[in-house]
């Protein structure tokens, strides 16, 4: 017969289990709604949809255009309404983002999880007119396997530097360049973090590269130096673990937003630059277009975008779509401020 002393140590334990998994809910959030959401990506029943990036159309803005990941299959090129204008299949990508080149250039890059043992990066144009991607190849980007990704700059020799995160915690540092007809890519880790990464985004006003740290919080690195400290911690208040996606609002020399995505309490926590001052958090709640839950990957966009979008484009991966495979729920930057209290 089990003894009353072992009863309630089996007890004890359970009750200890059950609370390691009660779910955590950080500060109250206020909501907002989605004005528009993507087709869903064609791998269904599974987590597939990532991250997107935005491309901004200038001339005619309401023409702007998103790529966004399906990270089993390839890169969706996406109008504001959420129709496919394309699709690239290029199999195991994860993070995406873009950069205008200075000969007028759309270049799209993603990271490659194809060989979990050697990183590498895919390279593919983007035809602002047509929404067609047309890839051009793929670099290596260093051992371990690629996860997160965010591009720098454009250097004066025409090189772009572009950042991935690696599962094992290292942050590699990519300088890709093209060679005549083809493209080459030096590499080097240029920092770490204890555990593993995946969001990043780069701020060109200060050189300051910010990493997110899914169980720990987000790094700020000074790309110059090197030099990196933890700015916000997860404290199961702003920030849940994990954190995911990162996106900025730059404004001035050094001012604006950084707003992260707080993956264990589908929440979004936005935080006030330089000091990163936790300002407020939102959601995407129930409306006629749907909410946004589990969110991966973020991407935000100043100026206009249409009517719809008069002072910006936030678009977040949902991971919970259900019963349609994920997608991207698309969010007007202005009701996100006023909602936190920071609109005008």
């Known amino acids: 017969m089990m003894s009353s002393l072992r009863v309630l140590s089996i007890a004890a334990l359970?009750?200890?289990?059950?609370?390691?998994?009660?779910?955590?809910?950080?500060?109250?959030?206020?909501?907002?709604?989605?004005?528009a959401q993507t087709e869903p990506v064609g791998t269904a029943n599974e987590d597939a949809a990532d991250d997107p990036a935005i491309w901004r159309n200038e001339s005619n803005p309401a023409a702007s255009l998103i790529v966004a990941t399906d990270k089993k299959a390839g890169l969706y090129v996406y109008?504001?309404?959420?129709t496919v204008r394309s699709f690239l299949r290029a199999g195991l990508l994860n993070n995406v983002d873009l950069i205008t080149l200075d000969n007028?250039?759309?270049?799209?890059?993603a990271s490659d999880r194809g060989d979990p043992v050697n990183a590498q990066i895919l390279l593919a144009s983007l035809d602002t007119t047509t929404g067609n991607l047309s890839e051009?190849?793929?670099v290596d980007a260093?051992?371990?396997?690629?996860?997160?990704?965010?591009?720098?700059?454009?250097?004066?020799?025409?090189?772009?530097?572009?950042y991935s995160p690696i599962k094992d915690g290292r942050i590699a540092l990519n300088i890709v360049q093209r060679d005549g007809d083809g493209w080459s890519?030096?590499?080097?880790?240029?920092?770490?973090?204890?555990?593993?990464?995946?969001?990043?985004?780069?701020?060109?006003?200060?050189?300051?590269?910010?990493?997110?740290?899914e169980a720990a919080g987000i790094w700020r690195f000074d790309t110059v130096t090197g030099r990196g400290s933890l700015v916000a911690a997860i404290d199961n208040k702003q920030l849940v673990a994990d954190?995911?996606?990162?996106?900025?609002?730059?404004?001035?020399?050094?001012?604006?937003?950084?707003?992260?995505?707080?993956?264990?309490?589908?929440?979004?926590?936005?935080?006030?630059?330089?000091a990163m001052t936790a300002l407020g958090r939102f959601r995407i709640g129930e409306s006629a277009i749907g909410s946004?839950?589990?969110?991966?990957?973020?991407?935000?966009?100043?100026?206009?975008?249409?009517?719809?979008?008069?002072?910006?484009l936030f678009v977040a991966q949902d991971g919970d779509n259900r019963p349609e495979a994920q997608n991207f729920k698309l969010v007007s930057w202005q009701a996100i401020l006023e909602a936190i209290g920071r609109g005008e």
Request: some cysteine; overall charge negative; hydrophobic content about 40%.
């Open 185 to 213: 890519n030096v590499t080097s880790t240029f920092a770490s973090v204890p555990t593993q990464p995946e969001g990043c985004v780069f701020d060109p006003r200060t050189r300051s590269l910010y990493v997110g740290e």
């Open 14 to 35: 359970g009750l200890v289990s059950a609370c390691a998994n009660a779910p955590i809910y950080g500060d109250p959030a206020v909501s907002v709604s989605a004005l």
């Open 79 to 82: 109008d504001l309404e959420g």
């Open 104 to 109: 007028g250039m759309v270049l799209v890059a």
């Open 136 to 138: 051009i190849t793929r």
């Open 142 to 162: 260093g051992p371990g396997e690629a996860y997160g990704f965010c591009m720098g700059e454009t250097l004066e020799d025409g090189s772009v530097t572009m």
């Open 243 to 274: 954190v995911e996606g990162l996106a900025l609002a730059p404004a001035g020399s050094d001012g604006g937003y950084l707003v992260a995505s707080s993956q264990g309490d589908n929440a979004y926590a936005v935080y006030a630059l330089p």
């Open 292 to 312: 946004a839950e589990e969110t991966d990957g973020i991407e935000l966009a100043l100026g206009n975008f249409g009517p719809s979008y008069p002072e910006g």
